[in-house]
């Protein structure tokens, strides 16, 4: 599955070639009968990539029935708690990612839980099982359970001490895991922790990771903690928009806010499953088009850990929108191949890191060989991304390469 112009993939026979942990070549044509792995029959395809997630939700995956701030309350704050032990953090994040790894997701920006040393097992876990992360201690000095809470200049230092231990990778395809900045959302962060939120990030080059304008409870409570008209002010004054920012939700921002956005390069990393599980609302991709997206699982308000199905709902999302909006033409409906594009190559993008993500020579081999069984097309018929997306299957995954390793 190679890039294709614009924000999309496209489909190709032929042969990709690996050395040490890059793509050393990519040959379009025949698909040799003998290969070391795939062959007739198979897809190669670039990992998937998450670029919104929580490491340690995936025990609450499935608590449904409350809107955001009652299901942190009563159940991701108690499980996030569990990570005090940065034992069972270790554990616990190493049974992630082999989860997600089981489901071909080979990179990811994860939250971590406001302990350092968790965090600091999480980021040590998921060097040892080979994946790119961007990983980040989740900051928070107010509003949240008291044993969840630490002052503003003790948790910058500690995430401080995970960027030194964790820097930015620079696309070294060795040196994949790194610490973000992560505040977790506006109502549990004091300006003063947000300010020097954006002073780390900027100082170390580091993802900004956070929530924005995803319900709107919460949009009517950071404008009376912080006396705004405007959710992303809080951010923008903290110099938390820029480049290297990914906001998840992003449901109730207008016209103005999405300028503002798009000038800075941030990303706004749509989560599809977790606004309809939370019954948060609907993000209109339309809204967005061209600027930097992103699309994330978002566990465990998501209840998807395959990124093809949290693709999938990113296109249900916006069919079932335009019920709304017959009017619209129906080109303008992201299609399967950009959603394709969206979970590899643009959530590379996304997450800023320019050597994965996509098949060409130079890339990181971070690799997935698929068998779709039972897709028409792979008998002869012309396969499509469309049956690909839309029929996905994990039982299909055959092999998981992680920097040429498999
Ligand atoms: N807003 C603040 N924290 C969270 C979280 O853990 N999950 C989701 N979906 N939204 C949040
Ligand atoms: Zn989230």
């Not at 299901?71 to 940065?86: C, G, I, N, Q, S």
């Not at 020579?361 to 897709?375: F, H, W």
């Amino acid at each position: 599955m190679l890039p294709g112009v614009g924000q999309t993939v496209r489909l190709s026979p032929g042969v990709v070639e690996v050395e040490g942990p890059r793509i050393v070549a990519v040959t379009e044509g025949d698909i040799p009968d003998r290969a070391d792995l795939g062959g007739p029959g198979c897809v190669i395809c670039p990992g998937f990539i998450d670029a919104h997630v929580h490491l340690p939700q995936f025990s609450v995956i499935g608590r449904h029935g409350l809107g955001l701030l009652d299901w942190l309350k009563h159940h991701v704050f108690p499980a996030e708690l569990t990570w005090a032990d940065p034992v069972r953090a270790q554990a616990h994040s190493r049974a992630t990612i082999q989860r997600m790894l089981g489901v071909g997701t080979t990179g990811f920006a994860a939250y971590a839980t406001v302990h350092a040393e968790g965090a600091l097992a999480a980021l040590r876990a998921a060097e040892a099982l080979g994946v790119r992360a961007w990983i980040g201690q989740v900051l928070m000095d107010q509003n949240a359970p008291e044993p969840m809470l630490r002052p503003a200049d003790q948790l910058l230092a500690e995430t401080a001490g995970l960027i030194e231990a964790y820097p930015p990778s620079r696309d070294e395809p060795l040196n994949r895991v790194s610490a973000a900045v992560t505040p977790r959302f506006a109502p549990t962060c004091s300006a003063e922790l947000l300010r020097g939120a954006g002073e780390l990030a900027q100082a170390h080059g580091c993802l900004v990771q956070t929530h924005l304008s995803e319900t709107q409870d919460e949009c009517r409570w950071v404008a009376e903690l912080f006396d705004v008209d405007r959710y992303l002010d809080v951010y923008r004054e903290a110099g938390l928009v820029t480049g290297m920012s990914v906001f998840g939700h992003g449901i109730y921002l207008d016209a103005a806010d999405r300028v503002t956005l798009d000038q800075a390069g941030a990303a706004v990393a749509h989560c599809p499953t977790a606004n309809r599980f939370l019954m948060s609302g609907r993000l209109d991709w339309t809204d967005f088009a061209g600027q930097p997206m992103a699309l994330g699982s978002d566990i465990g308000a998501g209840y998807e850990v395959a990124m093809p199905r949290v693709a999938r709902a990113m296109l249900e999302n916006a069919s079932e929108l335009r019920i709304n909006h017959p009017q619209r033409p129906l080109e303008t409906l992201p299609s399967a191949a950009h959603a394709w594009w969206q979970i590899t190559a643009g959530n590379a993008a996304a997450l800023c890191w320019t050597d994965c993500g996509a098949i060409s020579p130079g890339m990181g081999a971070d690799l997935l060989v698929l068998r779709p069984i039972g897709v028409s097309g792979m008998n002869g018929d012309q396969l499509d991304l469309a049956s690909l997306l839309w029929g996905w299957d994990d039982r299909w995954l055959e092999v998981v390469m992680l920097a040429g390793q498999v």
